[in-house]
């Protein structure tokens, strides 16, 4: 086994990851390349994996990787992993460079620039053969597609949920969030968590800075953050909406100051709702597991964002595409890997729900009746209301994937007094338009 982890744990800007782009469908772009390695070749293989993600996912991910090395004599999988904001940087420096692993994961946001980059194989010929879709969800499959070809599967669906101790909420006198509850209701909540712990804790670490919840709270608004055809789906005015909502938030005292702000991350050891600076935090669902392991499973629940439309703005999503690089020496052995990524019952055991709901519903069906824990809370909340998720956003445009920083950048402006609300709003608004041309 050559399993070498680099640095770990997962930053809140994964948040971003999951925002841009959640679908890859038909789209004007075209690109990608055939894999050009030939793994017929007889003697020992060895294959390249780079992903992002947290300790928790690492560990399990590499307890899958000893299964498919013990089913396959003579393949070593050399892994690499990091935390989603050091990963964006160096995946772009490998591209770049012609030098990205055999299998590797791409936040959805750059799926469509690394496609016309043609860093990425056109594996459709594997589809069916190496690459059992059986048992895959057309819908799902097409999260890979562009222009009817396959460039990868995403390894898993997500969603985003209210992360939040209950039992905080029932000292401080609360009734729990569910779909009825608004953003009024956050505020007075935070006045009575902040009354009950003696002002300190806040309701919520504060959500102001990350773009995939602007996401949700738009579609809340019946609006995208993205069109079909790769233009805005928002207004600047909603720009300045989102500020002056998490602005009144502050105000009450239901979100973190600006200086504990600034320091959370979705890593535990900087959670704000880890370190208990904060009743609840708003999260990928999919690291819920990581949030019971570290305040036990009584401690936290799963919730929708608040809304004051009726409409909770969740949708099913993909966390990722794995793309084959068309380089690989050895295109047929990733292939066979993404395969048993996806489809090994076994392997669908080992890691549960980390990577978000399994692509292959037979696996997930045998699956779901054994969750304990963090991965039952998700998929309980995920059955509860999925019934009210909206459709998937379309794929992000190429040339966003600094969108992310950008808008956490203009919120810690806002939130340290540097620009008001309308001027941070007018200078984001310019620059994701920029993006777009």
């Known amino acids: 086994m050559a399993h070498t982890?680099?640095?770990?744990?997962?930053?809140?800007?994964?948040?971003?990851?999951?925002?841009?782009?959640?679908?890859?469908?038909?789209?004007?772009?075209?690109?990608?390349?055939?894999p050009s390695g030939n793994s017929s070749e007889g003697g020992d293989v060895t294959i390249s994996f780079q992903w992002w993600g947290n300790d928790e996912r690492a560990e399990l991910t590499e307890k899958a990787i000893d299964l498919f090395e013990e089913q396959n004599p003579g393949v070593t999988v050399e892994t690499s992993f990091s935390a989603i904001d050091s990963y964006i940087p160096k995946l772009a420096t490998q591209i770049a460079s012609g030098s990205q692993p055999d299998l590797f994961l791409i936040p959805m946001e750059?799926?469509?620039?690394?496609t016309e980059k043609q860093a990425t194989s056109d594996i459709s010929s594997y589809v069916g053969d190496i690459i059992s879709v059986d048992d895959i969800p057309e819908g799902t499959q097409q999260i890979g597609k562009i222009n009817g070809s396959t460039y990868g599967f995403t390894l898993g669906t997500a969603t985003y949920g209210w992360a939040y101790d209950p039992n905080v909420w029932a000292d401080a006198g609360l009734e729990t969030p569910d779909e009825n509850f608004t953003w009024d209701d956050l505020k007075d909540a935070g006045e009575a968590i902040r009354s009950a712990s003696g002002g300190a804790k806040a309701a919520i670490s504060d959500p102001g800075g990350y773009i995939a919840l602007f996401s949700v709270w738009l579609r809340q608004q019946d609006k995208l953050?993205?069109?079909e055809d790769g233009q805005?789906?928002?207004?600047?005015?909603?720009?300045?909406?989102?500020f002056d909502l998490m602005q009144e938030l502050r105000d009450s005292g239901a979100t973190t100051d600006p200086q504990t702000t600034s320091t959370i991350d979705q890593s535990m050891q900087n959670s704000g709702f880890a370190r208990g600076l904060s009743a609840g935090e708003f999260i990928a669902a999919s690291i819920t597991g990581a949030f019971v392991d570290t305040?036990?499973?009584?401690?936290?629940?799963?919730?929708?964002?608040?809304?004051?439309?009726?409409?909770?703005?969740?949708?099913?999503?993909?966390?990722n595409v794995a793309a084959i690089s068309p380089k690989s020496a050895h295109p047929e052995v990733a292939a066979k890997f993404l395969n048993f990524l996806i489809n090994d019952a076994e392997a669908s055991e080992i890691l549960g729900l980390t990577r978000g709901i399994p692509l292959?519903?037979?696996?997930?069906?045998?699956?779901?009746?054994t969750l304990t824990g963090g991965n039952k809370i998700v998929n309980d909340f995920v059955l509860e209301y999925q019934p009210q998720f909206s459709d998937a956003e379309p794929l992000a445009p190429a040339g966003v994937s600094t969108l992310p920083a950008d808008f956490t950048l203009a919120y810690e402006n806002v939130i340290f007094g540097q620009q008001s609300n309308a001027d941070a709003a007018t200078s984001l608004y310019a620059t994701f338009t920029s993006a777009i041309q």
């Open 295 to 319: 305040l036990g499973e009584g401690n936290v629940a799963l919730a929708p964002m608040p809304t004051d439309t009726g409409t909770i703005g969740l949708s099913m999503a993909g966390t």
């Open 225 to 227: 953050l993205f069109t």
């Open 360 to 369: 292959n519903t037979t696996n997930y069906e045998a699956l779901a009746p």
């Open 232 to 242: 805005l789906g928002f207004e600047e005015r909603d720009l300045e909406g989102w």
């Open 110 to 114: 750059s799926v469509k620039e690394y």
């Open 5 to 34: 982890p680099f640095t770990r744990g997962l930053r809140l800007t994964a948040y971003g990851a999951l925002a841009l782009g959640l679908v890859v469908g038909t789209s004007a772009c075209s690109g990608g390349s055939t």
